[in-house]
Structures are given as C-alpha cells and as structure tokens.
C-alpha cells in the first residue's frame, strides 16, 4: 500500500480572508432586508392573483348583468 499524499496550502493568495467590518456588514443587513421585501412583495401579489377571478370571468359576468335593464322583471317561471 501506498503513503497517502497530503497537499500543503501556504498563506498566500488562498488564505482566508479577515472578517468583514462593520461597513460591510451593515451593507448585508441593508441588502437582506431588501431582498427580504421584496420577496415578501412578490408573495402578496402572487397570493392576490391566486384569489382574483380571471379576466374572462369578471368580464363575462359583468356583460351578463349589465345586459339587465333594472326596470324590467325577470320572466315568471313556468308551471
């Protein structure tokens, strides 16, 4: 069996990086909070168009009632 080969990793370009400052993690909070926002927006409106009846229906419904002139009676029913 062979001797398993281990990678060393010197300091350099790939070492870690220092944690951010204060500058940068206010501009985090700021863009989370936006993004928190408008996702919270996009769900709303998503919603929204879930409830509302489509364009053909509200359409349809409206012609069929509009059609009614209110001074006329609906027909009597049949016996």
Request: aromatic share 6%; glycine share 4%; charged share 15%.
């Amino acid at each position: 069996m062979g001797r398993p080969a281990y990678m060393v990793v010197r300091a350099g370009d790939d070492a870690p990086e220092s944690p951010p400052g204060p500058r940068e993690l206010m501009a985090y909070s700021i863009v989370t909070v936006l993004m928190l926002i408008t996702l919270v927006a996009a769900a709303l409106q998503f919603a929204d168009w879930l409830v509302t009846p489509s364009a053909c229906l509200t359409s349809s419904s409206h012609s069929s009632v509009s059609s009614r002139s209110p001074s006329v009676s609906p027909p009597a029913p049949h016996r």
